[in-house]
């Protein structure tokens, strides 16, 4: 089955250590999403790219970069993570921008921080 | 920006019964509203869509959302609840900042259907 698919499932690191959370899909979609969602909260958008035209949001940390070395790869690496970063972090994609609102998403990479 | 209020943090109804979760909204224009699930410890998925054209939507598990301009509601409905219905219920809007397109979503919705 086609599927957005999100490794590890849950991550502990230490505070400050870095960490790269991978998502892949087999959808082929040109946008993938990264979100991050805190206890019983909305999901937030940190990121998306469009192929590969990265999008930013204004207010997402610097402490949070992302990468997509192909259609099917996308990474969030978190830099420097503090207390506040611990989250669930959610994969998303969809088939083009016009269908933004049919996203499907990934089980989420729940991350501790120490 | 366009936005969604979930007015509640939590609905409980009994197995069997209809169940209505609620949401307002407030854009600038025609609104392209969008209804999500997340199941614990899970992603999100995609429920319907209001885009334009009929008020009553039909979605997926049976749930339908029905789409009131002067009310500027876009409620949830299912006639029936059944137990596994239980789940963090998300509202969104189809948001234009920054020059491109993205998904806001509400606070969210936790329904608890009590068998």
């Known amino acids: 089955d086609a599927m957005v698919i999100q490794n590890p499932r849950y991550q502990v690191t230490q505070f400050g250590k870095p960490v790269t959370l991978s998502c892949s899909q087999t959808?082929?979609?040109?946008?993938m999403y990264w979100y991050q969602q805190k206890s019983s909260q909305a999901p937030k958008l940190l990121f998306h790219?469009?192929?590969?035209?990265?999008?930013n949001e204004a207010d997402t940390p610097d402490n949070f970069q992302s990468r997509r070395p192909n259609t099917s790869f996308c990474f969030l690496d978190i830099r420097s993570p503090g207390l506040g970063d611990a989250a669930m972090y959610l994969c998303a994609t969809s088939r083009d921008r016009e269908s933004l609102y049919e996203q499907y998403f990934g089980p989420g990479t729940r991350l501790t921080v120490t | 920006a366009q936005s969604v209020a979930q007015p509640e943090d939590q609905v409980n109804v009994a197995e069997g019964n209809p169940l209505t979760v609620k949401c307002t909204y407030s854009v600038s224009g025609n609104p392209y509203l969008f209804w999500y699930v997340q199941y614990p410890n899970r992603g999100l998925q995609f429920l319907l869509k209001?885009?334009?054209?009929?008020?009553l939507v039909k979605g997926s598990y049976g749930f339908e959302a029905e789409f009131n301009k002067s009310q500027t509601s876009f409620h949830l409905k299912k006639p029936s609840a059944l137990v596994s219905d239980s789940a963090l219920y998300f509202c969104?809007?189809?948001?234009?900042?920054?020059?491109?397109?993205?998904?806001?979503f509400g606070t969210g919705t936790k329904l608890q259907v009590i068998p």
């Open positions: 209001y885009i334009t054209g009929d008020n």
């Open positions: 790219y469009y192929d590969k035209d990265f999008n």
């Open positions: 969104a809007v189809r948001d234009i900042t920054g020059g491109y397109q993205k998904v806001t």
């Open positions: 959808l082929n979609h040109n946008v």
